[in-house]
């Protein structure tokens, strides 16, 4: 059972989450392994906000030494060094490569951003980098994984990046890591704590309409029925939202001041071929910070950084692509960029804390738990933070709950892989493990890889299931099958089509979206839950114009051709 009917009305749980970001999906999971009894509700799909609009980057945040935010540079190094562990199969090393301009460029702004006295640093010279980066090699020592840095002066640099600026006169490369797949992260999370909390469940696509006397209300938007919880603690993990929801339970607050951050999908080989799995992190002559690193057989173009009031409204504007265009154009001019290039755009907002900060590049990306109390009962609110902590701050977060409970914790998560993540091989175990999947599930070699890939060890699940029944490729996206939709679909908590082509898949962020794919797939998917013709025909309009609007997708939804029935056979 999906959504609010599967929770028992006056039901009573230890903690209530509200908001299933990373945040929430990573403290959901944190506290079902602990024992405790967890709801966790969201107004939508599991990280369909900000927690799918990030530049999918697990990182030490470099530019975080600036600010001296030494402790935030050290936690996120290491949590990012614990996740190419624990969540192999969508957390991969990044080589990182930073162009430098000049010798001696950014000593003056760098002391006073560090002494917080304001200004922007336009040119970060080899002195200021070299220095940055055997700092930044210290703070992520614990559990490293990973080479330390490289200095490339001028006659290396042109070989390696033929097209880049005349004035870049040296490069320096480290290492961080790219998440791939960070949606169907946070949906492995939740996967994690339900299949250890007996006494947990969730909802999504539910929304709190009030919290008093110690009831929680919840109505559930897709079937319109409401339910009543009596929990111990609320967590408010809204996100951009946090403020509003908090304001529906009751209590007014002002925690939340975020900042739009877009970015886009370009279709550019010749970017491609150079970048050569490396991403490009780069200053802008206004003080930014922008990057370009290949992505599902693109680049992944990114970000800007503006303040925004209303986080329902964020989208990527022709601005801002622009303005994205025009800085790779500046640092790599023999190469031509233009709006054609761009296959996929897209736009989120961080949850970043209220400030009067001029500069929002300059506000902080740690995080704060506020703690209030709602009607006699906790209320914390989690604010900031970003996906490469969320196991962090979902520890600190469950630590805090745990003591106010009277509970003991039972487990660490610092070694506990997630979802696909656990037992995949090692880089050197990969091939025989390929060769022994394929083998026994009696798949070609080419299949069993992609599985791999898309699924980690879960591939195991879809490949018992693709075989139970027959099963063909997509006529309009052949590298999925039906069966493997289907079990998506069945098997990990999906609602709405948006869930499966947006979040469970990649299958719109790696520009594959295409009005046929979302017939085909709506066909499939409405199928497998059991749809009936008008709501599988709703189902594929609301996805097909969330690609138009948010993700600014081309092209007209067909008439529909596709019956249940035909796709029985």
Known sequence: MKGIASIPDNATFDVAIIGAGINGAGLFRELSLQGLRVLLVDRS??????SCAPSRLIHGGIKYLETGEFRLVAQSTLERNLLLRNAPHVVKPLPTVLPIRSWFGGIVPSFRKFLRLGGKMTDRGALVLEAGLQIYDFLGRRARVMPRHSLFLKRQTRQEWPHIAADVMATAQYYDAAITQP????????????????????????????????????????????????????????????????????QQTRYIGGTKGSHLLLRHEGLLQELRGRMMYFGTPDGRI??????????????????????????????????????????????????????????????????????????????????????????????????????????????????????????????FPIGGGRDYPTPERYSAYLDEFFVTHGLPRARAALLLERYGSRARAFAVFCQEKPDAPLRSL??????????????????????????RTPIALSGLLTPDV??????????????????????????????????QLKGELPAASFSHTALRA
């Open 290 to 415: 922008c990057l370009a690193y290949p992505f599902y057989g693109h680049v992944l173009v990114g970000s800007t950084d503006l303040r925004i009031d209303d986080p329902d409204s964020a989208v990527c504007t022709d601005e801002e692509q622009d303005y994205m265009l025009r800085m790779l154009g500046g640092l790599f001019p023999g190469f031509r960029f233009s709006a054609e290039d761009v296959v996929y755009r897209y736009s989120g907002v961080r949850p970043l804390p209220a400030t009067n900060a001029a500069d929002p590049g300059a506000i902080s990306r740690d995080h704060i738990i506020h703690e209030d109390v709602l009607d006699g009962i906790p209320l914390l609110s989690l604010v900031g933070g970003k996906w490469t902590t969320f196991r962090g701050l979902a520890e600190e977060t469950a630590d805090s709950l745990l003591k106010m409970l009277g509970a003991e914790r039972h487990l660490s998560t610092r070694d």
């Open 518 to 551: 979302v017939r085909e797939a709506g066909a499939i998917v409405g199928e497998a839950l059991e749809w009936s013709a008008q709501e599988t025909e709703e189902q594929c309009l609301l996805t097909w114009q969330e690609g138009q609007e948010r993700h």
């Open 478 to 503: 052949p590298s999925y099958t039906r069966r493997e939709l289907a079990f998506i679909a069945t098997d990990e908590l999906v609602r709405t089509l948006s869930d499966v082509l947006f979040r």
């Open 183 to 250: 949606e169907r992260l946070g949906y492995e999370c939740v996967r994690d704590g339900l299949d250890v909390g007996t006494d947990c469940a969730v909802s999504t696509y539910t929304v709190p309409l009030s919290f008093a006397d110690g009831v929680l209300e919840l109505r559930d938007e897709k079937s319109a029925e409401t339910r009543h919880v009596r929990p111990r603690i609320i967590v408010n993990a809204g996100g951009a939202w946090i403020d509003r929801i908090n304001a529906d339970l009751g």
């Open 45 to 50: 799909d599991f990280c369909s906000g900000a």
